[in-house]
């Protein structure tokens, strides 16, 4: 004959209860530690970011938000090996999550430590090989380390993914006048500014190639733009 399975005893419930409570408070305080070392450092007070930040992690050592927050707190404080190491230590454990690879690779990028901006850039890639954004971060890293074929034909085929990018023809242009091919450059920074008047960034270098070419004139308008 089965016998009815003993519910839990009204003890046991409540030491339950009691548990659940506890881990909400707890993860509520530590959200709240959060959104206080964002506070901070949108302030430029990255000292007590730091703090709020660590006693995050010190309760979640996986929180992205936290590691992310702590890392660009360490870069503004100037303690670039402090925050290579924790770069280190979130890209181990960062997994297939693309989002967070390639912030982590913009990160390594600011502070020049090129060869893991690389890495990071690469295993986001893989997982989605049609990031425009990512395929033209990668190519500026790239460039920095010499590979600029590597680098025009990521551009390449950023455009190609998206043909209206204007980053990505005024990157490309970039990399060109790297190369002394001027006339190419130019027509790259050209249709940067067509697709977007307002791209700064080609204006200047647009401007600084005009110069070097000759045309100080129209490098003059250029740069007033």
Sequence with gaps: MAHPMNSASPG???????????????????????????????????AEAEARFRKVLASDPAHIGALTGLTRCLIALRREQDAISLIDRAAADAGDNEPYLVELGGLCATIKYLDQARALYERALALNPD???????????????????????????????????????????????????????????????????????????????????????????????
């Design 12 to 46: 046991a419930k409540s030491d339950m209860s009691s548990l659940n409570k506890r881990r909400s408070a707890a993860s509520s305080d530590m959200e709240k530690k959060f959104a206080q070392g964002q506070r901070l450092q949108s302030r430029d007070r990255f």
């Design 131 to 225: 990031a425009t954004l990512t395929l033209i971060n990668l190519a500026t890293v790239v460039d920095e380390q010499g590979e600029t074929q590597m680098a025009v034909d990521l551009l390449s085929r950023a455009i190609e993914l998206q043909p209206l990018s204007a980053q990505a023809y005024g990157n490309l242009g970039k990399v060109l006048t790297g190369t002394l091919l001027f006339d190419e450059a130019l027509a790259c920074y050209q249709r940067a500014i067509e697709l977007d008047p307002t791209h700064s960034q080609s204006y200047t270098n647009m401007g600084a190639l005009l110069e070097i070419i000759g045309r100080h004139n129209d490098a003059l308008s250029a740069l007033q733009k």
